[in-house]
């Protein structure tokens, strides 16, 4: 006699354990792209959070310095790992898959927390802008969990470029903030530190052959080299910035130059002096040499001498440099950059020309 099941254990059965975790795991099978891209916006979202940390609080740069130690850890382990045998093949996967995950995180913070430091020591409609660019790109690409996990995770020569780029302008950013050191060698010891760190990435892989390995690591190298030898004036020098700028006739020196009486155009008489004075931002302890140069269209008219600039004064480090006017460029538009010893602009000041005065009606 056949013995009919109680329609109690039939529905206890669809929700025991086993077919809820069975059901679940078809299910983000399923949806597994859209996941990951639901999951791209939430770190989007966190990574613009951390812009705002970053934008008030540098000391968390100290932090950063780990996550880029532990990026470079677990990829310099990952290959050996795969290629160990000792994992199964599915657990393979899922020691890469969080492996990625975990540096696609500390990579956002790293990126999202350096990119306004970096925007704020950037001059609008400079090439200086580029670079900046280029950040947001990368730390874009690493909220893309798609993008990073099936190209850049999957290709080891995209990983070290990325790694390179990334510990750059990490190192570049941190090395004034938190160890006083100069713009000009911090670029230089922050290249260093990232030829180092995407070779030896490069020569863990030993599925390439090394004539292409060495090729790939020369090329990062080099690039390296170039973006610090010739692109400084595309490098923004963070944390350097201009605070404020001011032209006037008159300067006051007690307590500090300050701009006594004001212009906002140049100045019609050819025998008159035009003055400016910035407040340059520097952290405490920084020191660093920088100058005025002053411009007339695309041409360079005078250049102020080499001025030492002591970090963590309130209100800015205040420089200031005088214009004698010519007969040629009395009433003419002139800008000022304002420039580190190593070739990178913190900033620019512009004075219009003076308004035309028309004959009256």
Excluded at 132 to 159: C, E, G, K, Q, W
Aim: avoid cysteine; glycine fraction near 8%; charge should be positive.
């Amino acid at each position: 006699m056949d013995v009919l099941e109680h329609p109690k254990s039939r529905s206890a059965s669809r929700w025991a354990p086993r077919e809820l975790w069975t059901g679940a795991y078809e299910w983000m099978t399923h949806h597994e792209t859209q996941l990951w891209w639901i999951h791209s916006l939430w770190a989007l979202a966190f990574g613009i959070g951390v812009m705002w940390l970053g934008a008030r609080n540098f000391a968390y740069l100290r932090i950063a310095i780990l996550h880029v130690v532990f990026i470079w850890a677990t990829s310099m382990a990952l290959p050996y790992i795969v290629r160990s045998g000792s994992l199964s093949r599915p657990w393979r996967t899922r020691v890469q898959l969080v492996v990625n995950y975990l540096n696609k995180n500390f990579y956002q913070q790293l990126l999202f927390f350096i990119l306004p430091i970096y925007w704020l020591s950037t001059t609008p409609g400079s090439p200086n802008v580029l670079f900046v660019v280029a950040l947001a790109t990368a730390a874009l690409l690493s909220t893309m969990d798609l993008i990073y996990d099936r190209h850049v995770a999957m290709r080891r020569v995209l990983t070290a470029l990325f790694f390179a780029f990334a510990v750059f302008a990490g190192a570049a950013a941190a090395l004034p903030i938190l160890w006083q050191i100069q713009t000009a060698y911090a670029l230089w010891l922050a290249a260093a530190i990232a030829a180092g760190g995407a070779t030896t990435l490069i020569l863990s892989e030993r599925r390439i052959d090394w004539q292409r390995t060495w090729f790939a690591g020369g090329l990062i190298v080099l690039g390296l080299f170039l973006m610090v030898e010739y692109g400084r004036p595309f490098i923004p020098p963070a944390p350097l910035r201009i605070q404020s700028a001011d032209f006037g006739t008159q300067v006051d020196l007690r307590g500090g130059p300050r701009v006594s009486r004001r212009i906002d155009s140049t100045p019609t008489d050819p025998r008159g002096q035009v003055y400016l004075v910035t407040a340059i931002y520097a952290p405490r302890g920084l020191h660093d040499r920088v100058r005025h140069v002053w411009f007339h269209g695309g041409r360079a008219v005078q250049h102020s001498r080499w001025y030492d600039v002591d970090g963590g004064r309130e209100g800015g480090y205040r420089l200031w440099t005088p214009f004698t006017l010519s007969r040629d460029l009395a009433g003419k538009a002139l800008h000022v950059d304002v420039e580190t010893e190593g070739g990178q602009l913190i900033g620019r000041a512009a004075l219009p020309a003076a308004p035309m005065i028309g004959p009256r009606s």
